[in-house]
Every structure is written in structure tokens, then in C-alpha cells.
């Protein structure tokens, strides 16, 4: 009896041994965070990378105990998931010309390690001895670090890259940091597949590129264009649209220059708000349209007031592609806003024909104006209801003089907008009843 326990022990041992000398099962990552350098020097451009080991997969690493590393004969496997994963992925560029790169090193490195806080602390540490054997480390906590070279021109040519890490995990936080030769540091942050991003863009890059971002933006905003939609619904004149939108188009500028150059609220608080005085506008505009209000001049007046608010709901968009820049900030509001009017004016010019369309064939105008203005109330009140539950589970902070002071000047500068625009507006109204010639009885 005692022999064969003996002999079932042993057998259980050594598929215990067996099982955990399996190469690791490789699942995708949930939240993936990599981190990394680009820098031109002499005659090459370097890339130096910080990603998990997890995201290598289909490489069967070696390992012993409970996951453990074999760190002893990691090293090949290491370089084929380097290679596979990680240089695959990349795409360098200098100016149009696609660069071939190579991988010039790699190795293991601690959850620990602290050497990627600084481009020479990183590239010093990839020369630096590896981990030794007997260091216990679990396969999935521990990091590669690559780095790979691409021969290049000049290190001050124009240099752009596409990092497709999208494929590594579910959800991918790329953060790199760009270090052009005696120019100041440039930091990027991807989520998943950034596309081409140009690392020291021209103003001609940046200028196209954020007229793109602006028109697709504008027509991917739901609300935006539910606020437009109620602006042109009740008038048929291009000459009053065109005032109206301008008027949208102007004030959303101003609040979208200030909040990109720092001047607008970070509290938590401030975004929230800003999306429920959103949805609050397009019920107003809704309303007020179901009511029979059409001057021109009101609209106008009430369309910069509420398009204050609407700049700050592009701005939020805006905020994690201004990093895409580079040097030319300005130019790039104002491509922005470029993109967001021929948006607009892509969506005015669509509208009026339709409108006319369903109005002469289909429903009578004044109807048709209330049943749609109706569904458009609707559907913004359920907005309004949803973004006020989101607003009031914000924390808010306490009441400071600074904060206090910081609100009293934004309030003071809305009120005085609106009391140039009314007054501009009444100036106006007042010349064209004094220049409006009289007939004699």
C-alpha cells in the first residue's frame, strides 16, 4: 500500500513539474501602458520603447514554478516578441520617405525599474548588465525594453510616426516624448491607433489636419448639430442664416481660443455644466421655435450667447489633439474653426433644401416647424435630465476668494459680450429704420 502511494506521489509531482514548465497561456491585456523616446541623432533616428512582456503574445516563453521567468533562457523569445510585436507595429518616417529600422537591442527589466523617467537614464539602462538568472520574476508583470534604429538623413529633417499598438491590448495608452535636436521636448499621449503623427509638423500640416479634425467634428456632434438644425429650421433666407450662423461661429471661437490658451475652469465640475447648458440650448432654441418666435435680430443675439457655451464643448474635444500642433497653436484654432464652419455650412446647405422639400409636398410649414422642433426638445430634455444626474454626482470644490474672483471675471466678461452684441444689434436695427424710405401719404 505504502509503495503505491509512494508511486501516485511521484506521479502527481511530476505533472505538477510538467504543468509548470508550460509555456505561459497568452491572453489580451486588458489596459496596456507603453512608454517610450524618439530621438534624431547624427545619422539616426532612435526609438526607445517600454511595454509589457504580456503583450508578446503567442510567444512561448520560458518558465518555471508559478509563472515565473526563466530569465537563463528568456532572451531569444524576448527579441522574436520584440520583433513580431513591437517592430512590426511601427512605421517611421522622414518626410515622405518610410524608414527601414532594425532592432538594435532589447532586454527584460523589473515592474520596478525606474529608468524610462528620462531619455539617457532609459538608453544608459539598455546597456546596462541584464537581471540576474535567480531573480523570481512573474512573466506577466515583468517589462521589454527595445530599442530600434533607423538610419536617416539628417537629424533635422521632418520626422513623423505611426505607432499601430491598437493590436496589444484592449485598451492602449501610448506615451512618447519626441527630443528634436536643440529644440525643447515634445510629449504625445495615444489612445489605441493615433494614425501618422507628425512629431515637429509644419504649419501646413497642422493647419489641414485640424480642418479635418473640425469638419468630422461637427458632424460627428450629435448635439452640435441638433442646435443648427433648430437655428435654420423656421427661416428660408440665406441672408438671415447666414448672419445667425456667424454669430454661432464667432462666439464659439472666443471661448475655444480662451480655453486653449488656460483661461477656462479645470474643475471636475466645469465639463458637466457645460454639456447640460448644451442640451438646455437646444431645448430653448426648440421651444422657442415651437412658440413662433422668428426675428432675426432675438436669434441672432441668442445664438453668440449660447454659442459662448458651445466653444467650450468643442474645446473639450479639442483638448487631446492640440498635442498635434507642434509649434503652431494658432494657426491651429483657426483651422479648427475652419473645419467647423464648412461643417456647418455642409449641414445649412442640406437642411434648406430638404426642409423645403417635406414643407411644400409633404406637411405644412408651420406644422412641420412644431413637430419637429417637438422631437428635437425631446430628445435634448432627456439630456438635459441625464447630464444634471451626472453634474450633481460631481464633487464640488470648496468656495475660495480665487475662485470666486475667477467666476465673478467670467461673468462679468459673458455679460459684457452680450451687451456689445445687443447693443451692435439695436445699433443696427435703428439704422435700417432711419435709412427705410418713407412713402408720402
Known sequence: MAHRLTISTLVIVALMLQWSSRPAAHDIPADVLIRGFVKPEGQAL????????SVMRDISFPLYGPGFLDLARSDAHVREGAETWILNSVAVYEGETRLAGRLAAVRVSLPSDLSYQAYDSALAHLGAPPIPPETSLIWNQAFADVLLEYPIASDRSEFAIHPAFERLGIRVVTVLRFLPPGGAERAFEFHGNPGLVRLDPRWH???????????EHILDGIDHLLFVFC?????????????????????????????????????????????????????????????????????W???????????????????????????HLVTSLLAFNVGVELGQI?????????????????????????????LVAHTAWHWMTERWGTLR??????????????????LMAFVILIGIVWLISERTQSKRVIDKPRTLP
Not at 445649412?348 to 426642409?355: K, Y
Open 46 to 53: 532612435r526609438v526607445l520603447l517600454r511595454v509589457p512582456l
Open 231 to 299: 437655428l435654420v429650421l423656421p427661416f428660408r433666407r440665406f441672408r438671415d442664416l447666414i448672419l445667425i450662423v456667424t454669430a454661432f461661429t464667432v462666439a464659439h471661437s472666443i471661448t475655444l481660443a480662451s480655453a486653449a490658451f488656460g483661461l477656462a475652469p479645470d474643475g471636475a465640475w466645469f465639463p458637466p455644466l457645460v454639456e447640460l447648458l448644451i442640451a438646455a440650448s437646444i431645448v430653448y432654441m426648440a421651444l422657442e421655435n415651437i412658440i413662433g418666435v422668428q426675428a432675426v435680430r432675438r436669434r
Open 205 to 215: 500640416h497642422a493647419a489641414w489636419l485640424f480642418v479635418k479634425l473640425g469638419f
Open 301 to 327: 443675439v441668442i445664438t453668440f450667447a449660447f454659442g459662448l457655451v458651445h466653444g467650450f464643448g468643442f474645446s473639450f474635444a479639442l483638448q487631446h489633439t492640440l498635442q498635434f500642433a507642434g509649434s
Open 393 to 410: 454626482a460631481v464633487e464640488w470644490p470648496a468656495l475660495t476668494a480665487g475662485g470666486a474672483a475667477s467666476a465673478i471675471r467670467w
Open 346 to 374: 455642409l449641414v445649412v446647405a442640406l437642411m434648406i433644401p430638404a426642409l423645403a422639400l417635406l414643407f411644400r409636398y409633404v406637411i405644412n410649414e408651420r406644422i412641420g416647424i412644431i413637430i419637429l422642433s417637438a
